[in-house]
C-alpha cells in the first residue's frame, strides 16, 4: 500500500520556525519526485517546492526562496520541508506528492503527481 504520510505542522508565532515530515512507503523512493504544496483558506492549491530523491536536484518557487529548504534522507523514505521565518500568509495545510514522471526543471515540477498525503495544517499567528 503507496502511503506519504506528513508531521511536523501545528500553531507557531510568526517569526518561527517549522520542519514538515513526508515519510514515503509502498514504492520505490528513488524513482520519484517528492513535492510540496499548500492551500490557504479560500485559495487555490499551490505548488511550494519539489526534489528528486534519486539526484537531489531542487526547485523552489519564488515566494518562499531564502526561507524554505527541501531535503530527503533516502534511507528513511523521508522528505523534509524546513521552514523558517513563518509568516502569517504561509498558513496553510501543506500536503506532499510523489510523482515517478515528475522532472525536477528550472521551472518547476510539472505532474502529474501519482500519490497524495493527506496533508498537515501550519497555522502562523501574528
Known amino acids: 500500500e503507496v502511503q506519504l504520510v506528513e508531521s511536523g505542522g501545528g500553531l507557531v508565532q510568526a517569526g518561527g520556525s517549522l520542519r514538515l515530515s513526508c515519510a514515503v512507503s509502498g514504492f520505490t523512493f528513488d524513482d520519484y519526485v517528492v513535492g510540496w504544496f499548500r492551500q490557504a483558506p479560500g485559495k487555490e492549491r499551490e505548488g511550494v517546492s519539489c526534489i528528486s530523491s534519486s539526484d537531489g536536484s531542487t526547485y523552489y518557487e519564488d515566494f518562499v526562496k531564502g526561507r524554505f529548504t527541501i531535503s530527503s534522507d533516502n534511507a528513511k523514505n523521508t522528505v523534509y520541508l524546513q521552514i523558517s521565518n513563518l509568516k502569517p500568509e504561509d498558513t496553510a495545510v501543506y500536503y506532499c506528492?510523489?510523482?515517478?514522471?515528475?522532472?525536477?526543471?528550472?521551472?518547476?515540477?510539472?505532474?502529474?503527481?501519482?500519490?497524495w498525503g493527506q496533508g498537515i495544517q501550519v497555522t502562523v499567528s501574528s
Open positions: 506528492a510523489a510523482g515517478g514522471v515528475v522532472v525536477v526543471t528550472s521551472g518547476g515540477c510539472p505532474g502529474p503527481y501519482d500519490y
